[in-house]
């Protein structure tokens, strides 16, 4: 399975981006998936997960009520719609796929990772 993500950039602070995360082989319809992120100089955290069907969502506290994670699997792809950037939100975002199609807020609950996206969000 191959995770492309794309959507990133340069945006101020209170802007929006829409972030996607597009996969090639496996059955991507009944995995289960997840978005992190890796701000400068930290570690790679939990941002929101989704589960195979798009019946079960989470997101991290930090970004419950501006994020919102999608799912298209007939077009074998997820999205992560984020509103109400912050500068902190800045990092480098990952789609990671699991074959579990549960959603899970563990990145080692992952199978499959892509090669990031940059955010960048301005004060």
């Known amino acids: 399975v191959q995770l492309v993500e794309s959507g990133g950039g340069l945006v101020q602070a209170g802007g929006s981006l829409r972030l996607s995360c597009a996969a090639s082989g496996g059955i991507f319809s009944s995995y289960g998936v997840g978005w992190f992120r890796q701000p400068p100089g930290k570690e790679r955290e939990f941002v929101a997960t989704?589960?195979?069907?798009?019946?079960?969502?989470d997101y991290a506290d930090s970004v419950k009520g501006r994020f919102a994670i999608s799912r298209e699997n007939a077009k074998n792809a997820v999205y992560l719609q984020m509103n109400s950037l912050r500068p902190e939100d800045t990092a480098v975002y990952y789609c990671a796929a699991r074959i579990v199609g549960s959603a899970s807020s563990r990145d080692r609950a992952y199978d499959y990772w892509g090669q990031g996206t940059q955010v960048t969000v301005s004060s």
């Open positions: 989704i589960s195979w069907s798009g019946g079960t969502t």
